[in-house]
């Protein structure tokens, strides 16, 4: 187990100097996330392992850029769409392979969405049997504003996926979706992969860990129990903080209590 810092959390700062950044403060992994395509290109990608080929810093995850596009690339009634977007993703798990990176997080659909349940675990499936040749697991993250959110939608994938029911836990989401995170983690069927981590408090429902009131040590021994083997990284927004090193600070005062 190691607690990282997610690229996001720089967010807007661009993705190569958030990864040298990490680098340089000894953080132990990381998830990137992606903020256009240019950042797909094979010549960047090279470049992000020049960053880190001198560095312990190890990459656990990646986000796709087009979350918010998933609703109508990939799980839409028009189904040429989803087969071009089974190209798109397939970029993604070759990117995953070469960074090391073991899996890639997915919103999906919104609330609004048309395909029943049981149409949009089949295209999760397509995509994660692609993932599966590189490597790579394809984890449904719970997102408030997204199907997601709600643990029924989250106990459904478990109950029609079987084995390829897997998932990232985001705290802050949860909380923005009014649900507590034991709720959620017992809906994901603790089929937990990775771990988005933030503190919130009255002050706040997206703070840099320690800030707030939430137990961390007890979500810890809670998924260690449940056999979790995976990271926990920090997510949060840009607004969570004023200057970078209270990201630092932070991560820091968070390793020494657990």
């Known amino acids: ?130 993932g599966k040749d590189f490597g790579v697991t394809l984890c449904q993250e719970n997102v408030n504003g997204y199907r997601s959110a709600d643990p029924e939608f989250l106990a459904d994938m478990v109950r029609l996926l079987g084995d390829d029911a897997n998932f990232t836990l985001d705290i802050k989401q949860s909380v923005r979706a009014g649900y507590t995170v034991p709720e959620i983690m017992e809906a994901m069927d603790y089929r937990i992969r990775h771990v988005h981590i933030s503190d919130h408090s009255p002050a706040g429902e997206c703070l840099l860990p320690t800030r707030g009131h939430f137990d961390f040590g007890s979500l810890i021994t809670d998924l260690n129990n449940h056999g979790y083997q995976g990271d926990y990284v920090i997510e949060v927004y840009r607004n969570a903080y004023k200057e970078f090193n209270e990201i630092f600070e932070c991560h820091k005062a968070l390793v020494d209590s657990i």
């Open 1 to 130: 187990m190691s607690i990282g810092i997610s690229t996001a959390s720089f967010y807007p700062l661009e993705t190569e100097e958030a990864l040298a950044f990490l680098c340089e403060n000894n953080i132990p992994c990381t998830e990137i996330f992606f903020n256009c395509r240019r950042e797909l290109n094979e010549s960047f990608i090279d470049y992000i392992l020049d960053i880190k080929k001198n560095s312990n810093l190890r990459i656990s995850a990646l986000h796709p850029m087009l979350s918010f596009a998933e609703p109508y690339m990939i799980f839409s009634e028009y189904m040429r769409r989803f087969e071009e977007s089974e190209e798109n993703f397939k970029r993604y798990f070759e990117i995953a392979e070469r960074l090391g990176a073991k899996f890639i997080n997915l919103h999906g659909d919104r609330p609004t969405g048309k395909l029943p349940v049981e149409e949009y675990c089949q295209r999760f499936k397509i995509l994660a049997d692609i």
